[in-house]
Every structure is written in structure tokens, then in C-alpha cells.
């Protein structure tokens, strides 16, 4: 069984940024894609961003170009860093490990007009 901590989540202001971690127990964190979710009350859980364990990356349109998702496989780490968030953005983020479909507890971002 993988573990996934979320951190890093917060409130913050409309234009400013924060950086999402999240760390995995195990050792197949290298050769697994990661992702980044978020969820917003009575709203689908919807993708974000993902990372292939080669890293090689997409994202939703609504994010592109604000945010990026990158991984440090010596740390089991992947992250996700939010600049010029909106209050749109303001979610629980969640981390994924699609391919043995782990959830993280969920980190929530508030980001004030």
C-alpha cells in the first residue's frame, strides 16, 4: 500500500502563488505517472495536471501556462506550482497514482478576490 501526503495548500490572494507537495511511501513512486486533482463542492473531481514518470507533462487548459507539475523521484515527491491563481483555482487539490488509483487526503486552496 502507497501512502500520499498532500501539503502546502492555504489561503491566498488573487495574483499570488503556492507550491503543492506531494510525498509517496514505496518504492514504485519512480515508474509510476502522477496527477493533480482538484474538487470543488458538488462538482466532479476534475484532472489538472499529470506527469509521466518520464516526466513528460499535460494540463487543463484552464490551468495552462500558471501552473506546473514536476516530480523528484530521489524524494518520492511530485509538486505543483500555482501562479497568478484565481479564485476559480479555489479547490481541495488532491494527489493521484492513476495506474493503482491512490488518493492523498486532499489539501485545500482558497485564493481571495
Known amino acids: 500500500q502507497v501512502q500520499l501526503v498532500e501539503s502546502g495548500g492555504g489561503l491566498v490572494q488573487a495574483g499570488g502563488s503556492l507550491r503543492l507537495s506531494c510525498a509517496a511511501s514505496g518504492s514504485i513512486f519512480r515508474i509510476n505517472p502522477m496527477g493533480w486533482y482538484r474538487q470543488t463542492p458538488g462538482k466532479q473531481r476534475e484532472l489538472v495536471a499529470h506527469?509521466?514518470?518520464?516526466?513528460?507533462?499535460n494540463y487543463a487548459d484552464s490551468v495552462k501556462g500558471r501552473f506546473t507539475i514536476s516530480r523528484d523521484n530521489g524524494k518520492n515527491t511530485v509538486y505543483l506550482q500555482m501562479n497568478d491563481l484565481k479564485p476559480e483555482d479555489t479547490a481541495v487539490y488532491y494527489c493521484?497514482?492513476?495506474?493503482?488509483?491512490?488518493w492523498g487526503q486532499g489539501t485545500q486552496v482558497t485564493v481571495s478576490s
Open positions: 493521484h497514482m492513476p495506474l493503482r488509483d491512490y
Open positions: 506527469i509521466t514518470s518520464a516526466g513528460s507533462t
